[in-house]
């Protein structure tokens, strides 16, 4: 009985199914008119997304970091070796200098093959952090404990992105990038003259770079 | 852009010209007059003008022919072509199915030179391409009229005609191809669609139906098909026929570009307003730093300030978040933003359009005398289905639409969920807020009587988190409206018939303290064509609203308990009035009325509103403008908050007079200039949103100083160039040149927020392969810090990115949005460490079935 009323089920089901399958035909794009190495050597817009962990390396004033970083790439494939981008960087800092580093820059980019491609870039940072090993004393060896001001960034990129379709490609990158900010910042120095205390104003001032190595993973569109 | 420049084996390709030079220089649009209605711009020695035949100074007169004596008028000698480049068909010219006409208007100079070509009647973009270019390389003989070289404009028609259908003769077939076309991403059926198929070396042809279906009788063995439409991208692939068979298929083929936002044809109707800008589509939907929101838009238009660039509550020609009006419909809305920088309570799918009135707005509008920001829904078709879901950084929403067929109604259901409480997660502020909010409407009725009938509502809570995980909610927010709405008449006389049901709730302290405001606000409008010339508008609006309210410190048993009540109403008329043909006067007036416990209120509002037409050209209307009128509003809250509304009924209603006087022009291509002045004089002011000492020595604000009347006074000039077309680009450049000022102990002093300059650039373009790339500059300068002076100058830039990703049966649309995306620090007073430095970058995501 119940082999009888699994068989029916079974033609009912093929039946079905045949009825489907000729009412609905699979649907079908267009094969490939021209190769996805060749689309992605068209000159157009481009913009990536990339993400990534870098390391200051530490040279005094400088505090030494760690950061996670987000960015955005956006550009224009120029010729089929050469391209014009912009990225957006943006470094949440962390270990003995916690804040968030920012930097835009205009790249020329070299591909010197279908996937890997070789980037410089100059532009303008923002640096916004302060020291959590360390506060400042007025003294004349002060060091600031903090920073938030502009910067001029520069940066070398090597990327290499595997071409996934016509649309979409992503890969690893290793990026180089030194940052140097005018750091000011003004304290309060508190000091006694007889009963009154008064108080001045100090300013210090001082250089910070950073130089930073760090991986990224880029996923890119077109 | 992908490019297939193949064409399919045999089709021989046909294009036909049409020149009508000679006969088209008689139309209309030839700029060349008779002398009887010569114009001259110009002296006697400087070349004519466009649009001009002769200078009067030196106007030929009838001449007598030398042999007949008859008197001869000068003539009209139209241009002569002396060589005309090949219009070079482009390949799209293959995918035809039915011929198309493409009409340009040529300048041609006196030197017979061309001076632009510009497009009358569009064939297609590749085929205007194609004519435009050639027209450009035309040469010609000028025209001439009484023997001297004049400049006219001609027209030039180029029809291209598909090409022929290839029928082989005498092939044996013995399979069957048949199929249906389908767009890619949108499942939209493709009529009068091109296919090829070669089997072998023998091409077989044939055009989708209109249900964009096919069959093609064919031989058997492997056949290469092709699909063209200039609309689409290039299709082909491969199919194997076996004798005797049929076989079904279903092809998506890809469109060149997927505009997220159909293409409306606005028609012209005459405006009535004076100060109004309507912004609609990418303009409300994909300014960058704006999340996607309409009426966050706002703030890059002229006359528009802020308090600090992070809240969305605007500084209209200086006045008082409080003072201008929120409204969705016409109807106003308690709360429009979440908390903590959120997005408007509504879901940007419902908004058509955002109208803008920085000031002199008309009699249909009472009770505020800042600016009016007007959200309008757009009547939903009959056949409308959506189905729309997104997710970013700080929260996720759906919006679902479509037929309800067994009841004839169209049902629309929407919602969001904002979760801003991970971001102070991460930032370890210790702080938590959320929110949601939910939209729901049903439509019905035909095509001069319809209803509908829309409920939504919005809740806010914000507060701590303890190192221990637990919550405690500092405060709370939502509200809740039904808006029932029945609409009789077509085009520009539809009356309305609209029931507003309301409930608001504010809460604080955990919910210890409550206020509550209950609300019914029934309200009619009509229109009537009195003559010709006049128009009559009126309406007449009623507000019921019960008060009440729990204040108290929390633990004790004994609370204050408030409760009152409000009733009010208004009416309004006005006649939209041409005394003559190029003047347009719109005089109105409204009345107003707010009665609560303590005192009843009443305002007059006489208004006159004007509009001029300077001149007419092919460029558009230039516009002469003004308005002058009196403005009242009851006292309100800094900010709208549900259950705040009008307080301190007591202390009398706000007044402003608001002149305006501007111009209206079009310029190159598709821009259009606006340039206003206007003076503002408000007096008394309640309210006002301040953070300086007012009229005491202390150094606090007090509760008498938000209740101290002011007077105030702006005055200024804003200026906005606006891209109006409706191709690749969008855009525009708003300044602002303001002063906003208080009386203080009989001098004039800067508002607390008063800048000087305000500078905002839009800008986006729409690139190949779905992109659309947008950018928004903001620069503005110092307001009066508290400590003296005023702050340094501020700047932002955002940037927005979109791609349209499209997938066989819906779309996904990608963007991501950067607010403040190179960290440029916001001053708040005088002092360099008082920055704010901050950027908002969001990803999301947007599905559309």
Not at chain 1, 125 to 132: F, H, I, P
Not at chain 1, 196 to 221: C, M, N, P, S, Y
Not at chain 2, 658 to 672: H, S
Not at chain 2, 716 to 726: A, D, T, V, Y
Request: glycine share 10%.
């Amino acid at each position: 009985m119940s082999l009888r009323l699994g068989a029916v089920c079974s033609l009912v089901l093929a039946s079905t199914s045949a009825a489907f399958a000729s009412d609905s035909p699979k649907a079908r794009i267009s094969d490939d008119l021209i190769d996805k190495h060749q689309a992605w050597r068209e000159p157009g817009f481009r913009l990536a997304l990339s993400f990534g962990y870098e390391t200051n390396l530490a040279s005094p004033p400088t505090p030494a970091s760690t950061s996670w970083v987000p960015s955005l790439h956006v550009g224009w494939r120029l010729t089929d070796r050469f391209s014009l981008s912009s990225t957006l960087r943006y470094s949440v800092m962390g270990g003995s200098l916690s804040g968030l580093r920012f930097s835009g820059t205009l790249e020329p980019t070299w591909h010197i093959t279908d996937g890997f491609a070789v980037t410089g870039g100059l532009g303008y940072g923002v640096l916004m952090g302060s020291r959590t090993d360390y506060y400042t004393e007025i003294t004349d060896n002060a060091v600031l404990s903090a920073c938030d001001d502009g910067a001029l960034v520069a940066l070398a990129r090597v990327t290499y992105l595997f071409r996934v379709g016509h649309l979409f490609a992503t890969g690893p990158a290793l990026q180089l990038d030194s940052q140097w900010t005018s750091c000011t910042d003004t304290y309060e120095s508190y000091e006694w003259y007889g009963d009154e205390e008064r108080v001045t104003e100090v300013a210090l001032q001082d250089w910070w770079w950073h130089k930073t190595i760090g991986v990224l993973w880029v996923f890119a569109w077109r | 852009m992908a490019q297939d420049n193949r064409r399919p084996l045999g089709v021989r390709v046909a294009v036909t010209s049409h020149v009508s030079l000679v006969g088209l220089c008689t139309m209309a649009g030839f700029a060349a007059l008779p002398p009887a209605h010569a114009q001259s711009t110009a002296g006697a020695n400087t070349p004519p003008t466009a649009g001009t035949v002769l200078d009067t100074t030196t106007e030929p007169m009838p001449s007598a022919d030398a042999l007949t004596g008859e008197v001869v008028e000068p003539k009209l000698e139209p241009p002569v072509v002396v060589s005309s480049a090949e219009v070079v068909p482009p390949p799209e010219v293959a995918a035809l199915t039915q011929p198309t006409t493409v009409v340009v208007l040529i300048r041609v100079t006196a030197e017979g030179a061309i001076a632009w070509v510009r497009l009358k009647q569009s064939g297609g973009s590749v085929f205007d391409e194609a004519v435009m270019t050639a027209a450009t390389r035309f040469e010609f003989i000028p025209a001439t009229f009484a023997g001297e070289p004049v400049e006219v404009e001609i027209e030039y028609k180029q029809t291209f005609v598909p090409p022929e259908i290839t029928e082989p003769v005498g092939a044996a077939t013995d399979s069957v191809l048949a199929g249906t076309i389908v767009e890619k991403g949108t499942r939209r059926a493709l009529a009068s669609i091109r296919i090829a198929v070669t089997v072998d070396t023998e091409l077989f042809e044939t055009v989708t139906n209109p249900e964009g279906k096919f069959e093609i009788a064919l031989p058997h063995g492997d056949a290469v098909v092709e699909v063209y439409s200039y609309e689409h991208k290039g299709f082909r692939v491969q199919e194997v026929l076996e004798p005797e068979q049929r076989l079904d298929v279903r092809y998506l083929i890809e469109r060149q570009s997927y505009n997220p936002y159909e293409v409306v044809v606005i028609g012209k109707r005459e405006r009535h307003v004076v100060a109004r800008t309507t912004l609609r589509d990418r303009e409300i939907k994909q300014v960058p730093g704006t999340f996607g929101d309409p009426f966050r838009v706002v703030s890059t238009l002229p006359g528009v300030g802020n308090v600090i660039s992070l809240l969305a509550y605007p500084i209209v020609r200086g006045t008082s978040p409080g003072s201008t009006g929120f409204l969705l419909d016409g109807v106003r809305v308690p709360q429009l933003f979440h908390m903590l920088a959120g997005p408007a309570v509504i879901h940007p799918e419902f908004i058509d359009r955002v109208d803008f009135y920085p000031g002199s707005f008309p009699v249909e509008y009472g009770g505020y005398t800042g600016g009016i920001v007007d959200g309008i829904t757009h009547r939903t078709r009959a056949d409308e289905g959506r189905f729309d879901g997104h997710i970013d950084l700080t929260n996720a929403g759906l919006f679902l639409r479509g037929p309800i067929e067994p009841l004839g109604i169209t049902g629309t259901i929407a919602g969001r969920y904002g979760y801003p409480g991970l971001l102070l997660n991460l930032l370890n502020t210790g702080a938590y807020a959320s929110y949601w909010d939910y939209q729901a409407q049903i439509d019905g009725g035909g095509d001069d009587r319809w209803w509908r009938a829309f409920a939504f509502g919005s809740f806010d809570e914000l507060g701590e988190v303890n190192s221990l995980g637990e919550r405690t909610t500092m405060a709370g927010a939502q509200f809740h409206r039904v808006d029932l709405t029945y609409f009789v008449g077509q085009g520009e006389f539809v009356d309305t018939y609209k029931l507003v049901l309301g409930f608001d709730q504010t809460e604080a302290d955990n919910a210890n303290e409550a206020l509550t405001t209950l609300s019914v606000e029934p309200r009619a409008r009509w229109s009537y064509r009195i003559t010709e010339d006049v128009l009559l508008n009126a309406g007449v609006e009623l507000m019921a609203r019960r008060f009440s309210g729990e204040v108290g410190p929390s633990g004790e048993a004994a609370k204050l308990q408030l409760e009152s009540h409000m009733i009010g109403g208004g009416a309004f008329a006005a006649l939209a009035w041409h005394p003559a043909e190029r003047l347009l006067v719109i005089p109105g007036i409204r009345t107003d009325v707010y009665s609560n416990d303590e005192a009843t209120q009443m305002g007059a509002d006489p208004r006159l509103l004007w509009r001029y037409r300077l001149q007419a050209n092919e460029d558009g209307e230039i516009w002469l403008k003004g308005g002058l009128g009196l403005y009242h509003q009851p006292p309100r809250f800094l900010v709208p908050l549900p259950g705040f509304e009008e307080l301190a009924l007591r202390y009398g209603l706000l007044q402003s007079v608001q002149t305006t006087l501007g111009v209206e022009a079009p310029l190159f291509g598709d821009f259009a200039l606006d340039t206003q002045v206007y003076f503002n004089w408000m007096d008394p002011i309640l309210f006002d949103l301040s953070y300086s000492v007012v009229g005491d020595d202390t150094d606090s604000l007090t509760a008498d100083d938000l209740f101290q009347e002011r007077v105030g006074r702006s005055y200024g000039i804003e200026i906005l160039l606006k891209h109006h077309g409706r191709d690749a680009l969008f855009g525009w450049l708003s300044y602002t040149l303001s002063w906003s000022e208080r009386e203080e102990h009989g001098q004039w002093v800067p508002f607390d927020f008063d800048r000087r300059h305000m500078l905002n650039l839009v800008a986006g373009i729409s690139l190949p392969r779905n992109w659309d790339v947008a950018m928004r500059l903001s620069l503005q300068s110092g307001r009066p810090a508290p400590s003296g002076g005023r702050v340094d100058p501020f700047y932002r830039i955002d940037i927005r990115i979109d791609k349209r990703a499209v997938w066989n049966d819906w779309l996904l649309d990608f963007y991501v949005d950067i607010v403040n995306a190179t960290l440029s620090a916001e001053r708040l007073d005088s002092d360099p460490d008082s920055g704010l430095r901050y950027t908002l970058p969001t990803v999301g995501f947007r599905a559309v079935f």
